[in-house]
DNA sequence: AATAAATGCAATTCTCCGGTTGCATTTAGC
DNA sequence: GCTAAATGCAACCGGAGAATTGCATTTATT
């Protein structure tokens, strides 16, 4: 039960898909990269949680305590969100002592790089074929 | 009331500030760049708006029908979905007859591309500064 | 003018997320 | 060994968000 919130009926309970012109299959895009990097978007999209980013990318390795003071927010919040870069690949943690000093992960930032990266020549392409196709 | 849900209180009621070494302040990321790039990342960070993304930067303007045909989802969805996207600066829409033709709007990617390249950038001038430490 | 297509708008549902509070657990330091 | 710091864990709460359903509205087309 309950159908997982995703995986949803079509517009009417009938309509045997209007094919009017639909480019939407294979547009070399979602088969290459651009897979996956959803949940890096999402991870970096909290305000939060870029500023944490933002910090540990600058070469340090800080624990929960030090990523906390100067927040406004809760140890444990900052905790939650740095749990949730982890999920992301974007930050890593290694245990020294009685604390967990936290480091950043640059594979995933690069991972993000190229998805934009590829959105953006995607659009370069079109824009050239355009302009080819105007002048003709 | 309602203190904004952002605005809370620190970890105990009274604590004035451990500072133990706080190098949160002033990382020369937060003031720059990076200041609003958490909602274009938070908008790109849903599977079904990537998808939406990276069908509209392939060049065509598209009708809200067209973008539905293909996917699984209603079309409100993908409406809601379009919303959220030209709320964050990533796609616009011209009205052409009684349809609403969507289509990619490139600056706001340039601005999450240049938020990556400075934390790229970041985490490689910290290795370098490492790198250098090391050797002396 | 009537019909059907394309879309807009509103209400509803349900899950997930950001955040807090309270307490338990590990561990360094005396 | 005892104490206090740093963290972990679990429950809880309010709101945002993703998706649906139903109906109204605009606008080609005939």
Request: hydrophobic share 40%.
């Amino acid at each position: 039960m309950s159908p997982s919130r995703r995986t949803a009926a079509k517009e009417p309970p009938s309509k045997p898909a209007p094919a009017r012109s639909a480019p939407l299959k294979s547009s070399s895009l979602r088969s290459s990269s651009l897979r996956g990097a959803a949940p890096i978007f999402a991870a970096l999209g909290d305000e939060t949680r870029l500023r944490l980013v933002a910090v540990l990318c600058a070469g340090s390795a800080l624990s929960i305590a030090q990523l906390t003071s100067g927040t406004e927010i809760t140890r444990q919040a900052v905790t939650k969100h740095l749990h949730v870069l982890a999920q992301a690949g974007l930050v890593r943690h290694v245990k020294v002592g009685r604390e967990r000093r936290w480091e950043f992960e640059p594979s995933q930032v690069e991972e993000a790089r190229r998805s934009l990266d590829l959105i953006a020549r995607q659009w370069d392409s079109a824009l050239g074929r355009l302009k080819l196709a105007v002048e003709r």
